[in-house]
């Protein structure tokens, strides 16, 4: 640049330095007024009329090419033997299912038991027990004398099990007491019981649940009482299940023939009387997580000497989980027929010795209740019925021999039932269980349920102490009862039998695994009181023993 531009150029930088100098002066001088509020106004945007066009990327798969060369590599295996591993035997330790136990009494009561049974064997299954109970008694007609032999054999084959049992009884019992002690008895009026009874059953091996399977029972018994009362009683049953269309199916049915003699003295009364019943009961049921719902029908063609019936109950139940596993409400009706025969009756009451063989009909029960669980290992049931019963059974006393007979209501009786009962362990030392049954009656041509109670109550609980010592507690209740006996005229003289507690108590010592002692304290309370009129039970009375098992 030369000499003269570099003057105009310093000349006009000096002239506006001077003019700036000068506005900024004057602002500090002067006041501005504000006329309005400046409103910015934009102007409108300019879109471009063109929609963006992305470009699609594009995928090439990519191609690989593998060269195999052509070329097989033969290994030869190395074998060799190794040692196999002792297993030893705490997987399977030896088995002490059998035992032998004795013990006395202070009425001359010895007992004796001896169990013997197989150990592991995939085919075959088999034991004996043997047991004698007798006593002498504290006064005069007081012995009683049981016996008993039982053995069986179960043989597994490739689609099921095939079994057999046998069992032998002899039960005497001596007639004593009589109303007011009025009656002179015989020198030994004694009843002795014999039954021989054998089975045999096969049950089928099902490995699909929807299948076939099924179980089918054969048998025979013969008992007799000091041969006047001869009884023979075949059988055959059989349970069908299958699933048809998911639905499961139950067939429960068989045939029962029931052949009784009396030989007696004298010859006129001698009598033949069978009995053959066929019983037809199919069922199906539906179920879920909280419901269910079964129901079929019962029924039974009966034939005796007085021609043939056909008796038809209807079956139905439901229930619903109000609790899932805790709480069930539940509802059904039934009716079924119950043959008495020689053997039931006197295994109920074996002082009966004048008695008839009528069937009990149940023409139609109600029923219905709750069934579930307070806890883990407590349980409980409580549930009521009401029926309409022919020929319920009952007994009275003879007042001229000192024995019981079978009294029947022959009309359609009412007979309404509740009954409770709860059980409860803890931790494998404690099991407890209380059950309770009240039974109202309204009978068609008796005066009153002879023999029966209106209420019983039943406790019973085990405690193990330390593994040691396991107690036993048991305590029997019955109310009040009508005992009437027959007098000379067949009247029934009406007088009533008190109400009575048995409790019992009882402690077994476990001095090793093989050997233990055992002491039973039965009628702790003395208490002699009657199950059946005139037939007081012993006082107190205890058993001590051992037990070894091997």
Same mark, same amino acid.
């Given at each position: 640049?030369?000499?003269?531009? #570099?003057?105009?150029?310093?000349?006009?930088?000096?002239?506006?330095?001077?003019?700036?100098?000068?506005?900024?002066?004057?602002?500090?001088?002067?006041?501005?007024?504000?006329?309005?509020?400046?409103?910015?106004? $934009?102007?409108?945007?300019?879109?471009?009329?063109?929609?963006?066009?992305?470009?699609?990327?594009?995928?090439?798969?990519?191609?690989?090419?593998?060269?195999?060369?052509?070329? &097989?590599?033969?290994?030869?295996?190395?074998?060799?033997?190794?040692?196999?591993?002792?297993?030893?035997?705490?997987? $399977?330790?030896?088995?002490?299912?059998?035992?032998?136990?004795?013990?006395?009494?202070?009425?001359?009561?010895?007992?004796?038991?001896?169990? @013997? !049974?197989?150990?592991?064997?995939? !085919?075959? &299954?088999?034991?004996?027990?043997?047991?004698? $109970?007798?006593?002498?008694?504290?006064?005069?007609?007081?012995?009683?004398?049981?016996?008993?032999?039982?053995?069986?054999?179960?043989?597994?084959?490739?689609?099921?099990?095939?079994?057999?049992?046998?069992?032998?009884?002899?039960? =005497?019992?001596?007639?004593?007491?009589?109303?007011?002690?009025?009656?002179?008895?015989?020198?030994?009026?004694? +009843?002795?019981?014999?039954?021989?009874?054998?089975?045999? !059953?096969?049950?089928?091996?099902?490995?699909?649940?929807?299948?076939?399977?099924?179980? +089918?029972?054969?048998?025979?018994?013969?008992?007799?009482?000091?041969?006047?009362?001869?009884?023979?009683?075949?059988?055959?049953?059989?349970?069908?299940?299958?699933?048809?269309?998911?639905?499961?199916?139950? +067939?429960?049915?068989? +045939?029962?023939? #029931? /052949?009784? =003699?009396?030989?007696?003295?004298?010859?006129? /009364? &001698?009598?033949?009387?069978? =009995?053959?019943?066929?019983?037809? !009961?199919?069922?199906?049921? $539906?179920?879920?997580?909280?419901?269910?719902?079964?129901?079929?029908?019962?029924?039974? @063609?009966?034939?005796?000497?007085?021609?043939?019936?056909?008796?038809?109950?209807?079956?139905?139940?439901?229930?619903?989980?109000?609790?899932?596993?805790?709480?069930?409400?539940?509802?059904?009706?039934?009716?079924?027929?119950?043959?008495?025969?020689?053997?039931?009756?006197?295994?109920?009451?074996?002082?009966?010795?004048?008695?008839? @063989?009528?069937?009990?009909?149940?023409?139609?029960?109600?029923?219905?209740?709750?069934?579930?669980?307070?806890?883990?290992?407590?349980?409980?049931?409580?549930?009521?019925?009401?029926?309409?019963? &022919?020929?319920?059974?009952?007994?009275?006393?003879?007042?001229?021999?000192?024995?019981?007979?079978?009294?029947?209501?022959?009309?359609?009786?009412?007979?309404?039932?509740?009954?409770?009962?709860?059980?409860?362990?803890?931790?494998?030392?404690?099991?407890?269980?209380?059950?309770?049954?009240?039974?109202?009656?309204?009978?068609?041509?008796?005066?009153?349920?002879?023999?029966?109670?209106?209420?019983?109550?039943?406790?019973?609980?085990?405690?193990?102490?330390?593994?040691?010592?396991?107690?036993?507690?048991?305590?029997?209740?019955?109310?009040?009862?009508?005992?009437?006996?027959?007098?000379?005229?067949?009247?029934?003289? /009406?007088?009533?039998?008190?109400?009575?507690?048995?409790?019992?108590?009882?402690?077994?010592?476990?001095?090793?695994?093989?050997?233990?002692?055992?002491?039973?304290?039965? /009628?702790?309370?003395?208490?002699?009181?009657? =199950?059946?009129?005139?037939?007081?039970?012993?006082?107190?009375?205890?058993?001590?023993?051992?037990?070894?098992?091997?």
């Amino acid at each position: 640049m030369t000499p003269f531009k #570099n003057s105009i150029f310093l000349i006009l930088c000096l002239i506006i330095q001077l003019n700036v100098m000068a506005q900024v002066d004057s602002l500090k001088n002067y006041n501005i007024d504000v006329v309005r509020i400046f409103k910015p106004i $934009l102007s409108e945007a300019i879109k471009i009329p063109i929609n963006p066009n992305p470009e699609k990327p594009e995928i090439k798969k990519t191609i690989y090419t593998y060269l195999i060369p052509e070329q &097989q590599f033969q290994v030869q295996p190395t074998l060799y033997t190794i040692k196999p591993i002792s297993l030893g035997t705490a997987l $399977l330790p030896k088995l002490k299912n059998n035992y032998s136990r004795v013990g006395f009494g202070n009425l001359t009561s010895p007992l004796f038991e001896f169990y @013997l !049974n197989t150990v592991r064997n995939k !085919n075959t &299954q088999a034991g004996m027990f043997i047991k004698h $109970l007798s006593a002498g008694g504290d006064e005069a007609y007081k012995k009683f004398s049981n016996n008993t032999v039982y053995g069986y054999v179960k043989q597994f084959i490739n689609k099921g099990s095939l079994g057999i049992d046998a069992y032998y009884h002899r039960n =005497r019992v001596h007639l004593y007491g009589s109303p007011n002690d009025k009656i002179i008895l015989p020198a030994d009026p004694k +009843l002795t019981y014999v039954l021989y009874d054998t089975k045999l !059953n096969y049950l089928n091996f099902n490995k699909d649940s929807s299948g076939l399977s099924y179980m +089918l029972d054969m048998g025979y018994y013969n008992y007799s009482s000091d041969n006047k009362y001869i009884e023979n009683n075949f059988f055959t049953k059989a349970r069908i299940n299958k699933h048809i269309n998911n639905i499961p199916f139950e +067939l429960i049915t068989g +045939l029962q023939i #029931n /052949n009784t =003699r009396y030989t007696g003295a004298p010859l006129a /009364n &001698q009598a033949t009387y069978q =009995r053959i019943y066929f019983d037809l !009961n199919p069922e199906i049921k $539906l179920s879920d997580e909280n419901f269910y719902l079964k129901g079929g029908f019962n029924s039974t @063609l009966t034939n005796d000497s007085t021609g043939s019936k056909l008796y038809f109950f209807p079956n139905a139940e439901a229930g619903y989980a109000l609790m899932v596993k805790k709480l069930t409400v539940f509802a059904g009706f039934t009716g079924n027929l119950k043959p008495n025969t020689f053997r039931s009756i006197t295994s109920e009451n074996p002082f009966a010795a004048r008695f008839e @063989l009528n069937n009990t009909v149940n023409k139609f029960e109600i029923y219905g209740g709750f069934k579930g669980e307070i806890g883990p290992m407590t349980h409980f049931i409580l549930m009521g019925s009401s029926a309409t019963v &022919q020929n319920l059974l009952f007994y009275t006393h003879d007042s001229s021999k000192a024995n019981q007979i079978t009294t029947f209501d022959p009309g359609s009786s009412k007979l309404t039932v509740f009954t409770g009962s709860i059980n409860h362990a803890y931790n494998e030392k404690l099991r407890l269980g209380i059950s309770t049954n009240i039974y109202g009656y309204k009978l068609y041509s008796l005066d009153h349920p002879y023999s029966r109670p209106e209420f019983e109550a039943k406790v019973n609980a085990t405690y193990n102490f330390g593994d040691k010592f396991l107690l036993k507690f048991d305590l029997f209740y019955m109310s009040e009862r009508w005992g009437g006996y027959n007098q000379s005229d067949n009247s029934i003289f /009406n007088l009533k039998i008190s109400p009575f507690v048995d409790a019992n108590f009882g402690v077994d010592y476990r001095y090793s695994k093989t050997v233990s002692a055992f002491l039973h304290l039965n /009628n702790i309370a003395n208490n002699r009181y009657q =199950r059946f009129y005139a037939y007081p039970v012993y006082g107190f009375n205890f058993m001590g023993g051992f037990t070894f098992t091997f």
